[in-house]
């Protein structure tokens, strides 16, 4: 913790690993949430028989 | 204020006891007169805009159900914590957050709940950016959102001033020509302890509580925006019908 963090430069960017690392995270936590079907909404869409209204 | 007519003085008794008194006076229940004044005006206008069944509503479309619109509730599940823990930390000082391992431990549970915050308030911005969230006039709500993230910024830097340690010093020595460079370290000066606790403490709290409570009303009240491509159609109110 008290050691100063690795960086990466790259021209005009220059980023930290750890900042690196969260970003990329983040990214990754995103389009898993856009591909990824919430637990349990597609049953009860389909128990419903609806699937474009409430 | 103007008198009233001579029908609605009719009709509406003084006072209700007088009303149950006189037997031949009509019940209160049986106004029909619109009542005028302001405080009829603003109730009219929310039970009109957002109805209880609008602002806890018990079913959602079902584009809803997706895990991005998550991100927006987990913000809020976020800052409660960081409420809480602040708190406490308010209540016990610093001395207690930087020497006993009770005090250390909310210590982090406050950093690391305020990064989950920022997280995912940066995924849920993502989604609402990509899904144009501020369509079908959910402009002020994207607008209060966006001030909710400027805010919350100030509120965390505030907060990295306040830890008490030789980080927060470091931040502030430097921070001082940034501040003074746009004119505002007059009215904000960062190496002043007191001004930023008090507001990191009090100000910018309330401040960002009262604008994420605006930001879920405005929600609540013209509801989740829908996908992009998703034929638009306005939803009736509560008592209207759909056409």
Redesign the interface.
Not at chain 1, 50 to 54: S, Y
């Given at each position: 913790m008290d050691a100063p963090a690795t960086y990466f430069h790259w021209g005009f960017i220059l980023i930290s690993l750890p900042n690196l690392v969260?970003i990329l995270v983040?990214i990754l936590?995103?389009v898993?949430?856009?591909l990824?079907p919430?637990p349990g909404?597609?049953d009860r869409?389909a128990s419903r028989g609806?699937?474009?209204?409430? | 204020m103007s008198e009233p007519s001579p029908s609605m003085a009719a009709e509406v008794p003084r006072d209700p006891r007088e009303a149950s008194a006189d037997t031949s006076a009509p019940a209160i229940h049986t106004v029909t007169a619109r009542e005028t004044g302001w405080t009829a005006a603003i109730r009219d206008r929310l039970e009109h805009r957002l109805p209880l069944r609008e602002l806890l509503p018990t079913r959602q479309p079902s584009y809803v159900g997706s895990w991005v619109y998550v991100f927006g509730v987990v913000t809020i599940a976020a800052l409660v914590w960081v409420v809480l823990s602040g708190t406490v930390l308010a209540l016990m000082g610093s001395a207690w957050w930087h020497i006993s391992s009770l005090g250390r431990f909310f210590n982090s549970l406050h950093f690391w709940s305020v990064q989950m915050f920022f997280i995912f308030m940066v995924l849920h911005l993502w989604g609402m950016y990509w899904g144009a969230g501020w369509r079908d006039g959910r402009a002020k709500t994207w607008m209060v959102g966006v001030v909710i993230f400027l805010v919350s910024i100030v509120t965390a830097f505030t907060g990295y001033l306040v830890q008490q340690n030789f980080d927060s010093q470091w931040i502030a020595v430097n921070a001082k020509d940034a501040i003074n460079s746009t004119g505002l370290g007059g009215f904000f000066n960062v190496l002043n302890f007191g001004q930023m606790y008090g507001l990191h403490v009090m100000l910018f709290p309330i401040g960002v509580t009262l604008l994420v409570v605006l930001h879920i009303v405005q929600v609540r009240g013209r509801g989740v925006v829908r996908p992009i491509g998703d034929p638009y159609r306005p939803e009736p109110r509560s008592g209207e019908t759909e056409a």
């Open positions: 969260l983040m936590l995103f898993a949430a856009l990824l919430l909404h597609r869409a609806e699937g474009d209204d409430e | -």
